[in-house]
């Protein structure tokens, strides 16, 4: 097979630990091939190698890299190449983008400037010309007012426009392969659906050839022909991008989509992968996945890993993939339906009331910008037992309104009533912070930073019964391991600080901290966004299953719809600082009534159009019987 | 980056051995010196304050290792004793000055707004003052001494000690887990001492280990200019200045072993306090 743009052969990594002897396994022999013009997904979760995989076809190793096994770029070996070669292969054969565009662009410097460097650096041109060319990138990666752009500084542009930027650099020396590496995880899902129709657009123009990295499965589907899953540093299957849903034969790939809510429905139960994604290094003997697996069998911890291998429908690394699909169906049990009434009709007072409320935030230093409205003039109401989605792209005003909620912020006018009593402000009838605890309490999105270092689990828990007040001291121990084992966590961790916990991990002990004085609201603000696909289906299951066993009321802060589904019974679309829209679940999703909330649903990956389409020639692709053929 | 054999690209770190050789020699001279400053009455050969005039400007000889003084007193006798104030001084303007740039720089950083405003624009106020100017300005007000010095040098040394604090200190304060805390309904006070002090502690412990060098320095100073630790007890500070006016006779032993000392106990301090500070901010 040398008709394949880019050939990766055994790659192997290890990396040094800094301050000691040792070496950690980072990726254990991956095979890949892009032909020309082909996309390839790199799926995987966090640890798995797929980042690194990216890198180093680029040679961009990290500190204390040492590489093993073979890349070949139309037939050279790109750990062969010399300064010279290396160089003129990186500014010309291949280029990359990066998750976050605002880390790699100078923000003292124009977007022109930095695209004329770009293209006078990779293919001499005089200056004029690259300002022309420049222009004509811009205008290629669909930026309106190309010319202007060209003067304007990063943080004029959103994240969505400098990612353009971002991918018009990145073609400049028109390169012929594109390795894209999780390009739109940071953006929102409307720009998100752009950014990968314009990838595919210029794909097709181009005959470019792309690896894109992600952890969306969806989401590779549709901006991919191909995809290569990987796992604990291996590959684990290869299939057709396409045909992954329906064809997709490795425990893990199966796993992964079984795991991810549906936009369409609501499960009973989601069906998580137990544990947590493995890293190469922590894999143990034979199978990496074997301890997550359902199917495992005992050849799968005896034998050694089991290499990719050619069956009828897919090409995977699994001594069970002839039977997995068979096995791993997804639930079928719908959860019953919500209750009917529509939201803010029922005759019981409101839990919560939100009455006109505004937050506008005072641009400090500078006396001609404008003030940034938050949230403007917004009124809901939650009612006991109610689960309200408030779901909204960046800027909509969605995590201001939690914080409002909770009491970090106040709201510049308006007010809001928690059971009745206001939230804020000095006349009696206000909430005190003791009141206000036993009330509402509040999840962070990221649970690295929404536990103290310093404290370990059993502590931080501890400490949040003790205030309640509702257990005296004798009890605080046994309350602790009642509240660990509510929110799934093993009694033996409560020693641990949170550096020795998975994310996963965290985010249960932040739950149960927050559920320690029995609030009657518990605010989530996008609870499983940092986490891994396969984690995220445990959290949502075990706020379900609290949910069902506490009777507590949600408002739960979201940019995912399919989320929305699964946990929600209301939802209110905001939008620019306003509600778009309001109203059950599942009128809101089935039958939406704004374009807001239409663009927004037309936009979640599961419901873009497929950039492969017809084309599913099946496993006669070329990589496939490649990859059989040689073991 | 070089290619070892066709298809394996190696790209291994610079040894890092030897900073932590040089910072286990650098903690190793701290500990000398210490053992010196405790154990001085056992170590030193003579009273350091004992005149022998017979003996003035003595060279090194079996007697006095090191030579002797204007005065005929043990050079080496007076560095042994004259580690304890080069030590405890520094020792306790450092922990001064930790203890008020702490209060300050939390206090600006938890309660924002016109507070902080008012704490940063004083800590700019004293900023404006060059530290020894500040120290010399303090001893002179309440005259020179030993606690006057150690005072002065500590207060001037607040602000930069603040600085550093507050900024981390706001960084904290922004977390989730402050956030969360206060949702909990946990008191301010308790958030501070419970959760926000012993997250920003290894950044106020670097900054000591950095202000320690800075404050040896400045006391030295204070003490050369004759405002610190008064005659006859023996000090580094006031032997430099001292010995200044037998350097010109061609003796210039006293103020130089006593500037050899300071510059390697600063040096010491500052390795050994850079090294400590880089494992600690690695662990976290």
Redesign the interface.
Known sequence: MNDALLAVRGLRMSI?I??SRERRDVLLGVDLEIAAGEALALIGESGSGKSLTARSIL?L??????????ILFRGT?V??MDRRQLRSYRSSDVSMVFQDPRAHLDPTRTIGDFLVETLRACREMPRREAYSKAVELLDDVRITNPGRRMSQYPHELSGGTLQRVMIASALAPEPALLLADEPTTALDVTVQAEVVRILTELRTERNLAMLFITHDVDLAEVACDRAAVMYAGRIVEKQVASLLPSSAGHPYTIGLMNSRPELGRRAERLQPLAGRPLSAYEAPAGCAFADRCALVIGKCRQDPPPPLRRLPSTVAACHRAEDARALLTPATAAAPAPPASPPGTSATAALIEVRNVSRVFQARGSFRRAPIVAVDDVSFTVEQGDSLAIVGESGSGKTSMARML???ERPTSGTISIDGQRRHGRRLGTLD??E???K???V???PY???????TVGAAIT??LR??GATDKSGLPGRTRDLMHLVGLNADLADRYPRRLSGGQRQRV?IA??L??EPEVLVLDEPVASLDVSIQAQILNVLAQLRRELAVTYVFITHDLSVVRQVADTVLVMHHGKIAERGLVTQVLENPQTDYTRTLLASVPSRMPTAAGAETAGLASPMVTDVAARG | MSTSAAGTVDRRRLPRDWSRAVAWTAGAVILLVVVAAVFAPLLAPHNPNALNLNEAFSAPTARYPLGADASGRDLLSRLLYGARPALLGPTLAVLLATMLGTVVAVASAWFGGLADRVISRLLDLLFAFPPLLLALLVAATFGAGFTTSILAVGIAEVPYIARVIRTEAIRQRKRPYIEGSLVQGLPGVAIIWRHLLPNVAPTVFTQMTLSFGYVIVNLAAVSFLGLGVQAPTADWGSMVSEGQSSLVQGYPQESLYASACIIVVVVAFTVFGDWVAARMEARR
């Open positions: 040094d800094p301050g040679r190793l990290p500190e204390g890299a040492r590489m093993e096994g073979d070996s750990p062969g909770v009491g970090l912070r003791a206000s605890a036993r509402i309490q509040i962070f999105q990221d930073a929404s536990l103290d270092p310093r404290q400490e949040a205030l309640s932040a901290r927050a320690a004085p």
